[in-house]
């Protein structure tokens, strides 16, 4: 009885995300995929930065989320005060899929002898697909139920602000402002439907923190934090404490509020090459019935000759 209980919330649950909205999905590595939330981080790396990450959330559970971005993203302009970028994110849900393209530009301008303030702005175009045959439903004839989504259509812009130094960085975004509305009464072939039923993007507001001390020669600390506000949910605050050791070897852990407990391990494979993998344990009672959340990242930076570093950034 209590695992059907369960079974039964999850799918109101992606029904309720399905009718209510599409939205953002979330990652561990955090640290790592910037560029996702944030398009003043393009550029900032000094290189050509290449990131692919895949992530399978509920293993076991039948239509858990999975999600998958890649990104790119170089420093240009005559002083390399510009940065482009692409980012492409594919998320799944149960009956729904959601991707979107965008372009990422930011302009930076030096502060301080150290430190870089950036202003980024993104722009691209999201794609959602419901299909509603994938569901068991009790009334076959519900009209809310009668019509999936296909290939709609909706622009997405996005604004971001990015400082750092070497040691130190902090941004703060909003990856999407449009309220875009997925579908309205006229899909449901003039049926009245209450207001609610229709699909809005909600707004997603970010603020990323970060900071690497030098506790010996061999050894480096990261905390880095993030907090996710959205429209109708409660706050979202993530905290991650990772450890660099011989510039070689990462090791931490990470805490979401009141959701899940993460190990967290990477490998700097070369110095153009980044390999870090994530572990998600469930603090809610879902964890008796799935078996955690996997991610993998993966980095490759090409530099230029003359701009080469020999210690990998930790960000």
Same mark, same amino acid.
């Given at each position: 009885?209590?695992?059907?209980?369960?079974?039964?919330?999850?799918?109101?649950?992606?029904?309720?995300?399905?009718?209510?909205?599409?939205? #953002?999905? /979330?990652?561990?590595?955090?640290?790592?995929?910037?560029?996702?939330?944030?398009?003043?981080?393009?550029?900032?790396?000094?290189?050509?930065?290449?990131?692919?990450?895949?992530?399978? %959330?509920?293993?076991?559970?039948?239509?858990?989320?999975?999600?998958?971005?890649?990104?790119?993203?170089?420093?240009?302009?005559?002083?390399?005060?510009?940065?482009?970028?692409?980012?492409?994110?594919?998320?799944?849900?149960?009956?729904?899929?959601?991707? #979107?393209?965008?372009?990422?530009?930011?302009?930076?301008?030096?502060?301080?002898?150290?430190?870089?303030?950036?202003?980024?702005?993104?722009?691209?175009?999201?794609?959602?697909?419901?299909?509603?045959?994938?569901?068991?439903?009790?009334? /076959?004839?519900?009209?809310?139920?009668?019509?999936?989504?296909?290939?709609?259509? /909706?622009?997405?812009?996005?604004?971001?602000?990015?400082? #750092?130094?070497?040691?130190?960085?902090?941004?703060?975004?909003?990856? #999407?402002?449009?309220?875009? !509305?997925?579908?309205?009464?006229?899909?449901? !072939?003039?049926?009245?439907?209450?207001?609610?039923?229709?699909?809005?993007?909600?707004?997603?507001?970010?603020?990323?923190?970060?900071?690497?001390?030098?506790?010996? %020669?061999?050894?480096?600390?990261?905390?880095?934090?993030?907090?996710?506000?959205?429209?109708?949910?409660?706050?979202?605050?993530?905290?991650?404490?990772?450890?660099?050791?011989?510039?070689?070897?990462?090791?931490?852990?990470?805490?979401?509020?009141?959701?899940?407990?993460?190990?967290?391990?990477?490998? %700097?494979?070369?110095?153009?090459?980044?390999?870090?993998?994530?572990?998600?344990?469930?603090?809610?009672?879902?964890?008796?019935?799935?078996?955690?959340?996997?991610?993998?990242?993966?980095?490759?930076?090409?530099?230029?000759?003359?701009?080469?570093?020999?210690?990998?950034?930790?960000?």
């Amino acid at each position: 009885m209590k695992r059907n209980q369960l079974i039964i919330s999850i799918v109101f649950m992606v029904l309720g995300i399905v009718c209510t909205a599409q939205q #953002n999905p /979330q990652y561990t590595q955090y640290m790592y995929n910037t560029q996702i939330i944030n398009p003043a981080y393009s550029g900032s790396r000094e290189a050509l930065s290449f990131g692919l990450l895949g992530r399978t %959330q509920w293993v076991s559970l039948e239509g858990s989320p999975e999600s998958g971005t890649f990104t790119v993203n170089s420093p240009i302009g005559l002083y390399d005060n510009m940065g482009l970028g692409l980012s492409i994110v594919h998320d799944r849900i149960g009956p729904s899929s959601e991707s #979107n393209i965008t372009a990422d530009y930011a302009y930076r301008i030096d502060v301080s002898t150290e430190g870089r303030l950036s202003f980024g702005l993104k722009a691209g175009v999201d794609v959602l697909n419901v299909d509603y045959s994938a569901l068991t439903i009790f009334d /076959q004839n519900d009209p809310f139920f009668q019509n999936s989504i296909d290939n709609r259509l /909706q622009p997405q812009v996005g604004v971001g602000l990015y400082f #750092n130094t070497d040691r130190f960085y902090m941004g703060a975004s909003v990856p #999407n402002f449009l309220r875009a !509305e997925h579908f309205d009464e006229s899909t449901l !072939e003039g049926d009245n439907v209450d207001s609610d039923s229709i699909a809005l993007e909600r707004l997603h507001y970010f603020l990323i923190a970060g900071y690497v001390f030098d506790l010996n %020669q061999n050894l480096k600390f990261k905390p880095a934090t993030l907090f996710k506000a959205v429209g109708g949910s409660p706050l979202q605050w993530d905290f991650s404490a990772n450890f660099l050791f011989n510039e070689k070897f990462t090791l931490g852990a990470s805490y979401r509020w009141s959701a899940s407990l993460s190990a967290l391990a990477g490998f %700097q494979i070369t110095d153009s090459l980044f390999l870090g993998m994530a572990y998600d344990y469930q603090t809610t009672e879902i964890e008796s019935y799935s078996d955690g959340s996997y991610e993998v990242f993966l980095r490759f930076d090409i530099f230029k000759k003359s701009d080469r570093i020999l210690t990998p950034r930790f960000f």
